[in-house]
Nanobody, 119 residues
Framework: VQLVESGGGWVQPGGSLSLSCAAS????????MNWYRQAPGKQREFVAS???????NYADSVKGRFTISRDNAKNTEYLQMNSLRPEDTAVYYC??????????????WGQGTQVTVSS
């Protein structure tokens, strides 16, 4: 199983970027899908999560600016980031809890994608 991220890049403050993360490989189902980020010199932190049924949860720092979504048919999650700030600069990682055909749940991570917000 692999999580492959796309999107990210550089944007000026106030701008928007979108990220996507697609799961591939052999598995039974995907439960929660999440986004985390890690800024230089800081620990990885939670950004947003979405359940299979579409329930969402956000870190206070991104509420009202970021939107997480998913397409279960495509095994893909998305993160739309608006009104970006310099403090949003970080490597963004997608994460998913995936059930194998043997019935066990595993935690998978994407490779990370850089988001840089600066003027």
């Amino acid at each position: 199983v692999q999580l492959v991220e796309s999107g990210g890049g550089w944007v000026q403050p106030g701008g928007s970027l979108s990220l996507s993360c697609a799961a591939s490989g052999r598995f039974s189902s995907i439960d929660a899908m999440n986004w985390y980020r890690q800024a230089p010199g800081k620990q990885r932190e939670f950004v947003a999560s979405i359940s299979r049924e579409g329930r969402t949860n956000y870190a206070d720092s991104v509420k009202g600016r970021f939107t997480i979504s998913r397409d279960n048919a495509k095994n893909t999650e998305y993160l739309q980031m608006n009104s970006l700030r310099p403090e949003d600069t970080a490597v963004y990682y997608c994460n998913a809890v995936i059930r194998s055909y043997m019935g066990r749940w595993y935690d998978y991570w994407g490779q990370g994608t850089q988001v840089t917000v600066s003027s």
